[in-house]
């Protein structure tokens, strides 16, 4: 395993975010974040045995599967981050620790140790920049035809952290805007059989989201994120049945916001 972090400098290798319906004109827009567990060949799996690559800190198990199906079912645009978040976190403000971590969740991430201030500029521009631009310019289209679409981030947490249970099956997380998150909550809490939390299992008064704050509340666009539980949506049965969860009470949300 490297000692070192592996440097990635060249501008040709910048990652495409994956797009979903990107023609669609709708009054909501679908983000997913952490969609996907794969690190770029020439950084050699960061150190990191394959089978970690396929546990929480590598991406949001099943929030992929969610996205794709919630854009189906409302017609609507979506942008997929496409590179794990172990490479670097395309969700935290660039210079928060988080953003680029040597360790997650106990485990240990060797080509992520002792990463420059170089190396994480290059990560940035690798990755960060070209997802966030892809999403502005979706959103700048969708402003420009005359709509305010709602930003819906699409996440999963563990069901388990820390050895702590989490008993919520999804969380309305939302900062200084509750337009959207008020109304879901209320329908998704009509819902039989589901426990919804509330800023749970994290907050956005307390973490930073770069996405939902900087897409969302300072373009002034109804937001919130969402934090399925894993075990619920890993396999495709369990996403569909979610993502009709979800779409129900989304219908419902964004009515109350006309």
């Not at 799996?45 to 396929?54: C, D, Q």
């Not at 099956?169 to 819902?191: F, I, K, N």
């Not at 994290?202 to 989201?209: A, D, I, K, N």
Request: hydrophobic share 45%; with cysteine; charged share 20%.
């Amino acid at each position: 395993m490297p000692d070192r972090p592996m440097p990635i400098h060249s501008a040709a290798t910048r990652v495409v975010p994956d797009i979903v319906n990107g023609d669609r004109m709708a009054d909501v827009i679908f983000i997913c974040d952490h969609a996907s567990n794969v690190i770029p060949p020439d950084l050699a799996g960061l150190g990191l045995p394959p089978a970690v690559l396929g546990l929480h800190i590598a991406w949001d198990i099943g929030a992929a599967d969610i996205t794709r199906r919630l854009a189906g079912a409302f017609g609507a645009p979506a942008v997929l981050a496409t590179v794990s978040r172990l490479v670097l976190d395309v969700n935290r403000f660039l210079d928060d620790p988080a953003s680029l971590l040597a360790q997650s969740d106990g485990i240990e991430v060797p080509g992520n140790r002792g990463a420059s201030a170089e190396e994480h500029h290059a990560r940035a521009a690798r990755v960060f920049h070209p997802y966030h631009a892809a999403i502005d310019r979706m959103i700048t289209r969708l402003v420009a035809s005359g709509r305010r679409p709602a930003l819906v981030a699409v996440h999963s947490c563990t069901d388990r952290m820390e050895g702590v249970l989490r008993p919520w099956h999804v969380g309305v997380l939302w900062g200084r805007d509750d337009r959207l998150a008020r109304p879901l909550l209320a329908s998704l809490g009509r819902q039989t059989g589901i426990v919804v939390g509330d800023n749970q299992p994290y907050s956005l008064q307390l973490v930073r989201g770069y996405t939902t704050e900087i897409h969302g509340e300072r373009r002034g666009l109804p937001y919130v994120a969402l934090e399925i539980r894993q075990d619920l949506i890993a396999d495709p049965a369990g996403a569909a049945a979610w993502a009709g969860r979800i779409a129900a009470g989304l219908s419902a949300a964004l009515a109350a916001l006309d």
